[in-house]
């Protein structure tokens, strides 16, 4: 059987790097991403010139170029954290997003080969999910894969897929308890496999190697209010993937999680990493089981009215749990409002069926 | 000792220190609340049994006190190595052919071990060979006449249900059960799977079903919880029920397989995960273990379609039943596992065929699947042999009306546990 070659995308996708060291680590990418339009987001000091290597075609925001285009509502952008990347979305004028971390590189399959992961989360993306039903052979639409004996042929053309998360190998994403525990644990075991995340299942989202469909869940994948003035960090991501999973599994959209890995190179300080994570330790007890109950109203049919629905029911039920929770609440609301002001024609767009 | 991937691991444990605040003094029915918060036994244990009261008084009172649970995570500490005991296993297999030296010599050096039970399709007419070696216990017609009458034994154990027969029987803690059209698979390394190791350890660690782990088992060497999951899950829960997959010829059903008939399954995903509660999945019968005190009789002989044959495109009693298991597992708060480990599926029958013959169980699934979505078990249920007598009720009352099969079922389901009671009861 021919295999169909998956289509580049180049002018769909925009690839959104947040970065406050330097971006060698595109020099590995290059052969991979240079056709692609990127979209840098500089963190920390705006007064730093960070270099682009040569023939990538960019754009790059500092803090002072998303507090002049974002005015007053620039407080809901996270300032030394990763989490600023997200302003980058909100920029962007294309269909598809592909983030990555600055320390991750390209890694290598188990004969040796590298690992096109763009590729990887665009055959992600442009295949359906099946959230419905659990395939034990994991994703059907692979090559050489499909349904098992027992699944019902009326869920068999799946749903959209929003959301592409992908792995990594080497230094695994690890909280900061569990580094301090296995110091020297690295991820080598290469899963073969690509699955969606069954409806009304939540899971970790890493933002290290992640990939959606801006157009159907866009709106959603805000980062949250981390590192300098906030009482937390670390948990940008780990944030929107609660969000976005309420929503998809509300939308009837897919999230699936596995190929393609990347390799992650910098073992970041674990004792940084606990005081950032330490209040979300906690914290994640009780927000986890807030967002496994939440409940969407069917009206709300667009990622922004579920996105504003979840922002109200923060602020009812999570603020008792620390004022922050307040603050998050009404920046979620301030990012809404910034998404649609940048992004007028998506305003209003329906987006799949709401159960 | 089957030792099965053991080593210490390391996981998140969690203390709950419970604080509250005391400004009222009630007694009642003899348990002193007060009394107990002074004598600091108050324990998120003991909170629960008062809850469990149910009693008006005290659950008011909890609420006055303001007892919050205070979750303080300590370091993950070691965990003692994932083991069982060779005599805590029985390995059942349905023979639906009657030669199975090939089979047993094939899977020699992983079972010779353990103790055999084999059942034969009480329709099979050749007699059974089976090799030397093995300590083996099989059973035929005549045994399975003997515990539940001819007529039952045609209804619930002929073709490939007569397993069922092995797992009724046996008094282990731990079932393991392959067809006997299958072999030793090999891994993406070229090694040899021991695929009874495997299950074992599935099924010995706890599985995770309450949230998901991307890097899929986490008691796996080399794997743990990633940055995220919340800590009071990490002890996870008892594992029930393993599936296990195929190489060569994937378990698909027979429109699939007669659509790509070159297509073989040549994939080795090298992870084992949980199955999250709620969802559900096609459970195949083919390469499974389960712990059997825990699981009791929801792995049974339900469905029976109507041109059911010698060939596992026209089943679907264990698609069937293992949805049944997994509604029961996420209501007793119990685990399922998918994944590793691999068998090597041989070629047998032709899809073609069996297509012509009958799908009927294809079109089944269709109504099958909103059923299950919306099962409701009473909280009163608290053992499998309970949620599946309730399940029982629930399919003849809802799905009973839309397909005769689907009656029969549920009678199914009372002959089975009325026989795994009685069975139950002159084991000891």
């Not at chain 1, 289509?7 to 052969?31: A, Q, S, Y």
């Not at chain 1, 005015?71 to 004028?93: L, T």
């Not at chain 2, 029930?240 to 994937?250: D, E, F, M, T």
């Amino acid at each position: 059987m021919a295999t169909v070659s998956t289509p580049l995308l180049k002018d769909e996708l925009d690839i959104v790097i947040p970065t406050i060291r330097n971006l060698d680590f595109l020099e590995m990418w290059r052969p991979f991403f240079q056709p692609y339009h990127l979209i840098i987001v500089q963190d920390g000091d705006p007064s730093k010139t960070i270099k682009v290597p040569a023939g990538f075609d960019y754009e790059l925001y500092n803090r002072n170029d998303i507090n002049k285009i974002l005015g007053p509502k620039a407080n809901c952008i996270s300032f030394k954290d990763s989490a600023c990347r997200c302003f980058g979305y909100m920029v962007s004028k294309k269909k598809y997003i592909f983030t990555i971390d600055d320390d991750c590189f390209v890694a290598k399959d188990p004969s040796g080969k590298d690992i096109n992961a763009l590729e990887q989360h665009i055959k992600n993306l442009l295949s359906p999910s099946t959230p419905f039903f659990f395939n034990t052979l994991y994703d059907p639409y692979r090559d050489g894969a499909d349904f098992v004996r027992g699944y019902p042929f009326s869920l068999r053309e799946g749903v959209p897929t929003a959301v592409s998360h992908g792995l990594w190998l080497n230094i695994p994403d690890y909280d900061a308890p569990t580094q301090l525990v296995k110091p020297l644990e690295r991820n080598t075991r290469y899963v073969d496999a690509v699955l969606t995340i069954p409806k009304g299942t939540l899971f970790p989202m890493c933002g290290m190697n992640l990939a959606f469909d801006r157009e159907l869940i866009g709106p959603a994948m805000y980062f949250g209010l981390m590192g300098e003035g906030q009482p937390i960090g670390r948990y940008d991501d780990m944030w929107a993937g609660w969000c976005i999973k309420v929503i998809c599994d509300h939308l009837g959209l897919g999230v699936k999680t596995g190929l393609p890995y990347i390799y992650h190179s910098k073992a970041s300080n674990p004792f940084t990493n606990l005081r950032k994570e330490y209040k979300g330790i906690f914290w994640q007890e009780e927000i986890i089981p807030f967002f496994q109950s939440a409940v969407l109203p069917k009206e709300c049919t667009t990622v922004q009215q579920c996105y504003r629905e979840l922002a109200k029911q923060v602020k009812d039920k999570l603020s008792k749990l620390d004022p922050y929770f307040d603050k998050l609440a009404d920046a979620m609301i301030t990012w809404i409002e910034a998404w649609d002001e940048l992004n007028p024609s998506q305003a209003k767009l329906p987006n799949g069926k709401a159960k | 000792m089957a030792t099965v991937d053991g080593r210490n691991k390391c996981t998140g444990k969690l203390k709950f220190i419970l604080s509250y605040t005391i400004n009222k003094q009630i007694l009642f029915q003899g348990m002193s609340v007060p009394r107990t918060l002074r004598a600091g036994k108050l324990n998120e244990k003991i909170l629960q049994l008062f809850i469990a009261t149910g009693k008006d008084e005290v659950l008011s009172f909890i609420r006055e006190l303001n007892i919050h649970p205070v979750i303080t995570p300590v370091l993950p500490t070691q965990m003692a190595q994932f083991s069982v005991k060779d005599e805590d296993v029985d390995i059942v297999i349905g023979a639906v052919q009657s030669d199975l030296t090939s089979f047993m010599n094939a899977w020699k050096p992983i079972i010779s071990r353990f103790h055999l039970i084999i059942v034969k399709d009480p329709d099979l007419k050749e007699d059974l060979k089976v090799p030397e070696g093995f300590d083996v216990n099989i059973y035929t017609k005549a045994d399975m006449d003997q515990v539940a009458g001819s007529a039952l034994t045609s209804q619930l154990f002929s073709g490939f249900s007569c397993r069922y027969f092995g797992y009724l029987i046996s008094k282990k803690k731990y079932v393991i059960s392959i067809d006997d059209d299958c072999l030793p698979a090999k891994d993406d390394k070229g090694f040899q799977v021991d695929a009874v190791a495997q299950h074992l350890f599935n099924l010995a660690a706890p599985a995770t079903p309450l949230f998901f782990n991307t890097l899929y088992d986490p008691y796996r060497k080399g794997a743990d919880f990633v940055r995220g999951y919340p800590f009071s899950m990490r002890e996870g829960v008892t594992c029930a029920l393993s599936c296990g997959l195929w190489l060569n010829l994937a378990d698909l059903d027979a429109p699939t397989q007669a659509l790509k008939p070159e297509q073989r399954n040549s994939r080795y995903v090298d992870a084992v995960l949980t199955i999250p509660a709620k969802a559900l999945m096609p459970m195949s019968g083919i390469n499974i273990g389960f712990n059997r005190e825990v699981l009791g009789p929801a792995l049974f002989p339900g469905l029976k379609l109507a041109g059911e044959g010698k060939f596992r495109w026209e089943t679907m009693e264990d698609v069937f039943g293992g949805m049944c298991a997994k509604v029961i597992c996420d209501h007793l708060k119990i685990g399922v596992k998918t994944g590793l480990p691999y068998v090597w599926r041989q070629e047998r029958g032709d899809a073609v065929q069996s297509l012509k013959k009958e799908w009927e169980g294809v079109k089944l699934m269709e109504e099958v699947i909103p059923f299950f979505q919306n099962v409701k078990l009473p909280v009163e249920a608290v053992t499998a042999e309970d949620c599946l007598v309730e399940i029982s009720k629930q399919i003849k009352e809802k799905l009973g009306p839309l397909n005769d099969v689907f009656g029969q079922a549920a009678d199914a389901m009372i002959q089975w546990v009325n026989l795994w009671r009685k069975a139950g009861s002159s084991s000891s």
